[in-house]
């Protein structure tokens, strides 16, 4: 009996894995799609719409709740050097679409390509760093009530 148990708690687990990693997949694509269209291709905001608002929405779900429970210390939390690293390479890949974007619509040199991407580099990571902040503290916050909380019941 203990054996089965055992055996449908590594199963959840590993379902719960498969399930984020298909999330975290999903989002990525999905954002990338959205940023293609809008940014490369000539397509009006009516078409990539419907993508940029489930995006948004899945994407403040999933900090509302990890806010919301405390989440903190998860292990991609715990590593900043890779926290760090897809904060760069993200900022990089936006702001180079967007540069390439603008470069084939509007057609010109290729050394103002870097007059895009830099800039738009520079205050996406910018923003990506100080939203990092702002859910650290808010779960560092989260997590203390949720302590104080536990000591009173305990208490009791």
């Not at 498969?18 to 999903?26: P, Q, R, S, Y």
């Not at 940029?52 to 990890?66: E, F, P, S």
């Not at 619509?105 to 760093?129: E, S």
């Amino acid at each position: 009996m203990k054996n089965k148990k055992i055996i449908d708690e590594r199963q959840e687990l590993q379902s719960l894995k498969n399930v984020k990693i298909c999330w975290t997949v999903a989002i990525f694509l999905l954002g990338f799609s959205v940023i293609v269209q809008s940014v490369i291709f000539t397509a009006s905001p009516q078409h990539y719409m419907p993508e940029l608002g489930i995006l948004l929405i899945v994407c403040i779900l999933n900090i509302a709740l990890d806010v919301r429970q405390g989440n903190l210390y998860t292990k991609e939390m715990q590593n900043p050097k890779a926290n760090l690293l897809l904060y760069v390479t993200s900022s990089l890949a936006a702001s180079l679409v967007v540069g390439i974007g603008n470069y084939l619509k509007y057609d010109f040199p290729p050394i103002y390509i870097l007059a895009v991407v830099i800039p738009i580099f520079m205050v996406l990571l910018v923003l990506m760093l100080l939203f990092d902040y702002f859910y650290r503290n808010a779960a560092q916050r989260r997590i203390k009530k949720l302590n104080k909380q536990l000591e009173n019941d305990e208490n009791l």
